[in-house]
């Protein structure tokens, strides 16, 4: 006892402190033991012995927290009795309601304050431990080890102390403790904790650190009377379990062999969603927005979305492309049935209509995580939802798969911050205790699957799968929660897969014994039949009737399938009418700014004067309040800034951005830019937010561009250290609305691939899988200047290879056809429609304005993918004028279409339209060509032309060519910084020769390559390689002989 004693000085500060706080014991030591990580394969673990062990001081007061000392419990009561300040106020009540009360109790005699604290001990422990001795799997193979600290003999009590009466006091807690029944027996003390803590509920809550939620849950779990439904209730719910459990029938039977991913085994959860959006909807939720994986997809098409029968159905027998109404339908590829998206307005038991939206998903489990909670938080801005009450977020999972994918960590860390949180999602886990083959114990590390939410201090409830009762209640509760706290929520459903992973695979293989269990387990339905039978709430007669009336819709709605026609697309819907698919041809309007508008909307524009728009735009992002204290670094930026708009001279990348923001904002559009570290820019270039250096005060000149400008119209946010997750945010949120430009920055280009999956399985190709479109933005710093392999290059190779573009009409989509032009007329075109996005690597702030505002002006969405500069955010050269910005006949820029962003720059030195003393014309992109310029000037090479390809994907045949013909005597020649296998050369060398083929010019040969020679990594690592290879590259374009193919 040594080490308590000595350190219990301290301890008792420690408890104080502890205990003024909220509970939160999760980090009590335990006993070591074997991770129970699952509940069939759970090897026991022998009882260890309360023996109190050395401690750490830390963690002094979690072991009291144990109950397994009771000699501190004896050291508290010294303390209290020499100095009852000493003690936390709680336990100096306990005290003293203890002397005051108990002794005087009548039927207690001899009930010590030993006894009673350690009553109280025992208590906790129930609520902190009972779900371990929850009755969780419905095949009843769990081998949990009960805790110690839940048997009333580790607290010293008896057999015969179970009748005795006992003082457990009035608690400052809610709940059991708080009820006026402060004398009770040892045995209805217990029997209350079982049934709350111990049944087919595991309540996992006092990690949370919050104690009005913990006393908010208490209360629910502890005081509410056995859940009872009213009869009417019950039928309700019998017949949505009814709809659940034939449903699968139904497919099993008529399409034997088709995989489904059933929901055989969890059929209770279409109940129990249900129930959770007709009482969502009743505490004021009117949107809610879902994603999920394959398990029971189709079943939660059909019965809560309501998708038509039909129409599942026609899908299943593969004869879901016919429509009718629509001439030049696009259908993109397509997708499988379990992966795609629909909505629907569902009514509710409570008399209210829901709006659903079940968002389109690939086969990467949890992937679409974040990208639903973007589209929530998106709904939430478009409504008005400040509260975010209105619109839900809820999750579908496996149990594997919540486990084990880092993007479920990666999304439920963005539920507090302040630009990401949605006010709660509802996590719902279909915990069939097996993912594929693979059992828990070689699946995860942690006792539940739900385990990583308790970072988030979630509340988890499991719940035994074949009560029906139960698991409507748990998703009750989540409801309420949510609505409550604003904060996500678990629902971990136990439950098993009746069948094999899909209803082709045997499961016996590899989970024999699980499986002789399954096969003769009873359904939940028959479970739930009996029972209501059984209490004679429900006859044979009703639930026949129930089952009679599913079996004849689902029959004729079957046969009525046979001759579905969808009626209409499922193309862009709410705010997207009238925006056009990629076989409809589309206007891009101009991008430069009308000389004068209506500038009455402009917060800076009061006065009389008339001053061009990018002015008055220009001096709303410079300009800043009279007693802001910026960083005199910050400061001088600005002061250039405002030089920059007042001369309209030397505009750089950043002034150019903003003002594409603002004349953005201007419009009535949504800007919102989020990444790491993007408000101030991790070059320190942005300056979007600044900061007081006196108050710490923050500041925004973006928030402040038009009158009265809604807060979150202009969004700028640092964002949490997740590339996939933020990614996927970003997705979600610019789905909702095409009216916003959203962009997500990456720190530097090469950690996109951490969100590698979002690029590949969603932007790249979710227009043609799912027919939606959007927008979205890709800011990835690229460019070669010697900081070495990891900071390079954003992988532009990556993003060329997955682009493609098709010609004509949907059905040669896939014709990725490198070698065919294109329509190009510019009243014809569809070029861009029809790639599945846009590559950029543009080299003049001007022509950054004009491709961000390009985004918006046009009637179709498309992502943009930006090689975003790092030193042209500075270099002297790269520059533009104001009048570059602007639609004005006669500034640079304006041609017969007006000013618009410049997909191919031409040579700056004034060519006329056949130059044939031109030896050499090169084509580049990015910062390359800055240097290639001076090499040019200082090798005074005035017959090379230097031509830049600003957008790469899809590639400008039309301007490609119109250079071409203008240098007919030219060598052609691809220039990169890149190694060979990387950058743009494999996209560019076939589409070049193709454009010059047409021409009659030449073979796949006289595509001559300057650039870095092939190479496992982006870059060296040595500054000075990397300064030769540079002058080497430039040289070697600018040499007096001809290059060698390639
Ligand atoms: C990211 C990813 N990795 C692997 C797979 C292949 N896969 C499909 S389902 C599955 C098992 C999922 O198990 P669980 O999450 O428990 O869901 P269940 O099928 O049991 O409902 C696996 C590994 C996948 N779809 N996505
Ligand atoms: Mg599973």
Redesign the pocket.
């Known amino acids: 006892m040594a080490w308590f004693r000595a350190a219990s000085g301290v301890a008792r500060h420690a408890v104080r402190r502890h205990l003024a706080r909220a509970p939160h014991h999760v980090s009590r030591p335990r006993p070591v033991m074997p991770p129970a990580r699952g509940f069939h394969s759970t090897a026991l673990r022998p009882k260890a012995a309360p023996v109190p062990r050395p401690v750490p001081l830390s963690r002094l007061t979690d072991s009291f927290l144990d109950g397994t000392s009771s000699v501190y419990l004896e050291e508290l009561q010294r303390a209290w009795e020499a100095d009852p300040n000493s003690v936390d106020e709680s336990w100096d009540n306990f005290f003293r309601n203890f002397v005051g009360q108990a002794a005087t109790s009548p039927g207690i005699s001899g009930q010590t304050i030993q006894e009673s604290m350690r009553l109280l001990l025992l208590v906790r422990a129930y609520q902190v431990n009972g779900h371990m001795k929850a009755k969780l799997d419905p095949l009843g193979l769990e081998e949990r080890e009960v805790p110690d600290d839940l048997d009333p003999a580790f607290y010293g009590f008896t057999e015969a102390d179970l009748d005795r009466e006992f003082f457990i006091g009035v608690w400052r807690m809610s709940g059991f403790l708080s009820e006026n029944r402060p004398v009770q027996t040892l045995r209805s003390i217990l029997n209350r904790l079982e049934q709350a803590y111990c049944g087919s509920v595991g309540y996992e809550y006092m990690h949370i650190a919050d104690r009005e939620q913990c006393n908010w849950l208490r209360d629910k779990i502890e005081t509410v009377n056995p859940r009872s439904y009213t009869r009417e209730r019950q039928e309700v719910i019998l017949d949505r379990l009814i709809w659940s459990t034939q449903f699968e029938n139904f497919l099993a039977t008529k399409w034997v062999t088709a995989k489904r991913?059933g929901l055989e085994g969890a059929e209770t959860l279409i109940p129990g969603m249900k129930e959770m959006f007709d009482r969502a909807a009743d505490l004021g939720v009117e949107n809610i927005v879902v994603g999920m994986?394959?398990?029971g997809r189709l079943n939660v098409l059909g019965n809560v979305f309501r998708k038509p029968l039909r129409q599942i159905f026609s899908e299943f027998s593969g004869s879901g492309n016919k429509t009718i109404d629509e001439d030049g339908l696009y259908t993109g590829t397509g997708d499988v049935k379990y992966h795609l998206g629909t909505s629907y307005d569902r009514p509710t038991r409570g008399g209210k209509r829901i709006h659903l939206s079940l968002v389109a998903n690939p086969?990467?489990?949890?992937a679409v995580d974040p990208v639903v909670v973007g589209k929530t938080r998106a709904k939430q801005y478009y409504s008005n939802d400040t509260d975010r009450t209105k619109s839900l977020g809820v999750l579908m999972?496996?149990?594997?798969?919540?486990a084990g994918?880092g993007v479920v960590y990666e999304t439920l860390h963005l539920s507090a911050l302040p630009n990401y949180t949605t006010g709660g999602t509802i996590h719902i886990v279909?915990n069939?205790q097996?993912?594929?083959t693979t059992d828990p114990k070689a699946g995860r590390s942690s006792q539940y699957c739900t385990d990583v939410a308790k970072a988030l201090n979630a509340p988890i409830f499991h719940v035994n799968g074949d009560d029906m009762e139960a698991v409507v209640h748990v998703f009750e509760l989540a409801s309420e929660w949510r609505q409550t706290f604003h904060t996500d929520v678990v629902v971990d459903i136990v439950c098993y897969?009746r069948f094999g992973?899909n209803e082709m695979d045997e499961p016996s293989f590899t989970q024999p014994k699980m499986y002789q269990v399954i096969r003769n387990h009873p359904s939940a339905l028959q479970i739930y039949q009996k029972k209501l039978l059984d209490s004679g709430c429900i006859t044979k007669e009703e639930i026949d009737r129930i089952q009679n009336k599913v079996t004849s819709i689902l029959n004729e709605e079957f046969n009525n399938s046979k001759d579905y026609v969808a009626n209409r697309r499922d193309w862009l819907s709410a705010y997207w009418s009238g925006f056009k698919s990629p076989e409809q041809i589309s206007r891009i309007r101009n991008t430069g700014l009308p000389p004068y508008g209506s500038l009455y909307i402009l917060y800076a524009c009061l006065d009389s004067v008339k001053p061009e728009i990018v002015k008055r735009v220009g001096e709303a992002i410079t300009t800043l309040p009279p007693n802001f204290k910026p960083h005199k670094v910050v400061k001088r930026v600005f002061d250039e800034r405002a030089q920059m708009i007042q001369t309209g001279e030397g505009v750089d990348w950043a002034v150019a951005e903003a003002l594409a923001f603002a004349t953005l904002l201007v419009e009535g559009n949504h800007v919102r830019l989020s990444g790491q570290d993007v408000e101030r820019g991790t070059f320190s270039h942005r300056h979007a937010v600044l900061h007081d250096q006196e108050t710490g005060e923050i500041y925004c000149p973006l928030d402040h561009v038009i009158m009265n400008q809604n807060e979150e119209m202009f969004t700028v946010s640092n964002s949490s250290l997740s590339e996939f997750g933020v990614l996927g945010f970003e997705l979600g949120y610019s789905m909702e609305n095409p009216n916003s430009l959203v962009l997500w920055e990456a720190q530097f280009g090469d950690f996109a691939n951490g969100a590698q999956v979002i690029f590949d399985q969603f932007l790249s190709s979710g227009e043609s899988k799912w027919l939606r479109q959007t927008g979205l933005v890709c800011l990835l710093p690229h460019g070669y200047d010697g900081q070495g392999p990891e900071h390079s290059s954003a992988r532009l190779e990556r993003y060329l290879q997955v682009s493609w573009w098709g010609r004509g009409n949907m059905r040669r989509m896939s014709d990725d056809n490198s070698y065919v032009i294109p329509e190009m007329d510019p009243t014809l075109r569809k070029q861009i429609q029809e790639c599945n996005w846009q590559v950029v690597n543009v080299t003049t702030p001007a022509n950054y304005f004009h491709v961000l505002r390009r985004q918006i002006h046009r009637e179709f969405r498309k992502p943009l993918i930006v090689m975003s500069p790092k030193n042209l955010l500075r270099h002297a050269k790269c520059k533009s004028n104001l009048s570059e910005f602007d639609d004005v006949q006669g500034h640079p820029g304006f041609d017969k279409q007006g000013t618009r962003f410049k997909r191919l720059i031409k040579d700056q030195n004034d060519h006329s339209d056949l130059e044939e003393g031109i030896r050499r014309l090169i084509l580049c992109s990015g910062k390359v060509y800055y240097e290639l310029d001076e090499e040019r000037k200082a090798a005074d090479a005035k017959d090379i032309a230097i031509c830049r390809v600003e957008q790469l994907c899809p590639f400008p045949y039309d301007l490609a060519q119109r250079e071409l013909k203008r240098y007919p005597n030219a060598e052609v020649v691809w220039c990169q910084e890149e190694p060979m296998n990387m950058g743009a050369y494999t996209y560019i060398f076939p589409r070049l020769s193709t454009a010059m083929k047409a021409l009659g010019r030449g073979s796949m040969e006289e595509v001559k390559y300057v650039g870095r020679p092939p190479s496992a990594a982006t870059a060296t690592g040595f500054l000075k390689v990397h300064q030769q290879e540079q002058r080497e590259l430039v040289q070697k374009a600018m040499q007096r002989d001809s290059i060698k193919f390639p």
């Open positions: 991913f994986p394959h398990r086969s990467h489990l949890e999972h496996g149990d594997g798969s919540f994918q279909v069939n097996v993912a594929f897969r992973h």
